[in-house]
């Protein structure tokens, strides 16, 4: 069965840089757009940013432009968010999801991984 | 950015009874709507895609229906399990989700 195992969460001061990772198994990894989406304490579910089968694309939500890089390795089946100059707004439990089909939806997600940005 | 609003943001209601969840696009979203069903500490759950296609194991009883910029999602007679927080999802400009809607017990 699908399974997706995030991990790399903690406890960062703001400034400070913290890598996701999310382990993927049960599909056909390489085939498959990911994504990170997060949900801050007490809040709704933000979509983050995507990296397309193959690596070639990926897109941000316009707050972590140029602080967070998504990237992929397919011989390991493992997804990546290499989060830079952390804020405290970033706190939140970051999931990973498998994209269903090439739709932008997404239909298997991880447990989570918490994130918190404080001094 | 399209806005997503779900109303309400609480519905209280009994095992057995229909539940009808709104989600409103600040603009037309066409039919690239999805729901989420998501309860606490636990991975999110994808029911519904492209406004009323039900996800691969979903039952018969959660159903989805819209276009354009209204949308609802019906589950026909809650179940137990079926008390969580909903979440509507667009794909028509980027990604976006709602607020959530949350359906508690009476």
């Known amino acids: 069965q699908v399974q997706l195992v995030e991990s790399g969460g903690g406890v960062v001061q703001p400034g400070r840089s913290l890598r996701l990772s999310c382990a993927a198994s049960g599909f056909s990894f390489s085939d498959s757009g990911m994504h990170w989406v997060r949900q801050a304490p007490g809040k709704g579910l933000e979509w983050v940013a995507v990296?397309?089968?193959?690596?070639?694309?990926?897109f941000y939500i316009d707050s972590v432009k140029g602080r967070f890089t998504i990237s992929r390795d397919d011989s390991k089946n493992t997804l990546y968010l290499q989060m830079n100059s952390l804020r405290v707004e970033d706190t939140a439990v970051y999931y990973c999801?498998?994209?269903?089909?090439?739709?932008?939806?997404?239909?298997?997600w991880g447990q989570g991984t918490l994130v918190t940005v404080s001094s | 950015e399209i806005v997503l609003t779900q109303s309400p943001a609480t519905l209280s209601l009994s095992p057995g009874e229909r539940a009808t969840l709104s989600c409103r696009a600040s603009?037309?979203?066409?039919?690239?709507l999805a729901w989420y069903q998501h309860k606490p500490g636990q991975a999110p759950r994808l029911l519904i895609y492209?406004?009323?296609n039900r996800a691969t194991g979903i039952p018969a009883r959660f159903s989805g229906s819209g276009s354009g910029t209204d949308f609802t999602l019906t589950i026909s007679s809650l179940e137990p399990e079926d008390f969580a927080v909903y979440y509507c999802q667009q794909r028509a400009i980027w990604l976006t989700f709602g607020g959530g809607t949350k359906v508690e017990i009476k």
């Open positions: 990296i397309s089968y193959g690596g070639t694309n990926k």
């Open positions: 603009q037309s979203v066409k039919s690239y």
């Open positions: 999801a498998k994209e269903l089909a090439t739709l932008n939806y997404f239909d298997y």
């Open positions: 492209d406004a009323s």
